[in-house]
């Protein structure tokens, strides 16, 4: 028997863009981004600014941001010829797949990365990257193509210069393929988060580029609640759904880390209203859920979060929030860690039932994308409507557009 879920046909996630409406530059100051609030319960909207986003929440309210921090993924390099090559650098592979220890290692490493003009590169390419008063030399080898990526290794000589230090210096900000125009120097800041900590990220976590150190005072002196969690976003979430219903599509992975003091939190919070900050919030937090229904249950490779087994395993909705997060705790106890590290390809439908988030603050999203599958679990069908009141109503979209807020 087919699965009504993966039946769903991506055609009727589809809507006008105009590319005028595309912002191919953020707004002059952050939180000065137009806000869009939709009300859950009766369905009406509302036009604001974004710095007015105190005025809408409480103190039964609490925000989660990801804290994850872009990364200057995409090298620009010459083979001996001359020709360009593009280098987009997506996760480390080797000597680790942890984020946050690869950044930090010296003399080589080897990461999954696309490669424009990849029939051009048949030796490796010499970098030179300079880097305070000196020059670093890297050399590129690039190793067989899997599935449209290939094995990049990067080697070179001075053991006191780490991954991050080179890559940030020489690197390009890795702007979505929809910004058609080349990263400037301005990007580097507004294409990241002010509350960016931890280094992992292809792509920026969208919803919280609105946020200023101001805002987020001015939420804790209203009493609202801030924490983080970090899940490194992939240039998947670019990918566009090319077949004609969601069950051809394939989900990328993503890494997350969650502390053991954030699950203590959301234990003690159960009785507040938890706000997202973004699509990779929510992904995070849901997946968080179904990582503790497995361990609860037993089931196997619980630290992996697979597209659809959600939807093929109802006993994983019956576990309940306590259940799960106890689980985890758990766990974390037996590991004698006091960090969560896991990944995910959760695929969040309409048809979703979520068991942590409340509401959501996020941007306009491209038609026909998984990220509009899942606001539609938060809207239903009036994401047609808010939709059309946007682009009727001056709304920008996308990554340095305007933002929502369902609650």
Not at 317 to 331: G, K, M, P, R, Y
Request: net charge negative.
């Amino acid at each position: 028997m087919n699965d009504p879920n993966k039946n769903i046909r991506i055609e009727d996630y589809d809507y006008p863009l105009p590319e005028s409406r595309i912002a191919y530059y953020p707004a002059e100051q952050r939180d000065s981004s137009k806000l869009l609030i939709y009300n859950t319960k009766d369905g009406g909207i509302t036009d604001s600014v974004f710095h007015n986003l105190p005025d809408f929440l409480s103190e039964n309210h609490w925000i989660v941001f990801n804290n994850s921090k872009v990364i200057h993924a995409r090298l620009l390099v010459h083979n001996a010829t001359g020709a360009a090559i593009e280098i987009f650098c997506l996760e480390p592979l080797k000597p680790t797949s942890d984020p946050a220890v690869a950044f930090t290692l010296s003399g080589s490493v080897t990461w999954k990365c696309m490669v424009g003009n990849a029939r051009k590169w048949k030796h490796p390419i010499d970098i030179e990257v300079p880097l305070d008063e000196r020059v670093i030399h890297i050399r590129a080898e690039r190793g067989e193509a899997v599935e449209g990526t290939f094995e990049v290794t990067f080697t070179w000589d001075e053991a006191e210069v780490s991954f991050a230090e080179w890559i940030e210096a020489y690197g390009k900000v890795p702007l979505p393929p929809y910004i058609r125009r080349a990263a400037e120097d301005s990007d580097t800041e507004r294409y990241q988060t002010v509350y960016a900590k931890h280094d992992g990220s292809v792509a920026a976590p969208t919803a919280g580029l609105h946020f200023t150190d101001d805002l987020l005072a001015k939420l804790v002196s209203k009493g609202v609640e801030t924490e983080y969690v970090t899940l490194h976003v992939g240039a998947g979430t670019f990918k566009p759904v090319s077949s004609e219903t969601i069950g051809g599509h394939f989900m990328h992975e993503e890494k997350i880390v969650i502390t053991e003091d954030f699950i203590r939190k959301l234990l003690k919070n159960r009785d507040k209203q938890l706000i997202a900050v973004g699509t990779t919030v929510t992904r995070t937090l849901e997946s968080l859920f179904v990582v503790g229904a497995k361990l609860h249950l037993g089931l196997d490779n619980p630290l992996l979060v697979e597209q659809w087994e959600t939807y093929e395993n109802p006993a994983i909705h019956e576990v309940t929030l306590d259940q799960s997060l106890t689980a985890i705790l758990n766990f974390l106890e037996e590991q004698d860690t006091d960090m969560l590290r896991a990944a995910t390809r959760l695929i969040i439908l309409p048809t979703y039932k979520r068991h942590i988030v409340n509401g959501l603050i996020t941007n306009f999203h491209q038609p026909k994308s998984t990220l509009l599958l899942l606001i539609s679990n938060f809207l239903g069908d009036d994401w047609h409507r808010i939709y059309r009141h946007a682009l009727d109503n001056g709304y920008r979209f996308l990554s340095y557009g305007d933002a929502n807020l369902y609650i």
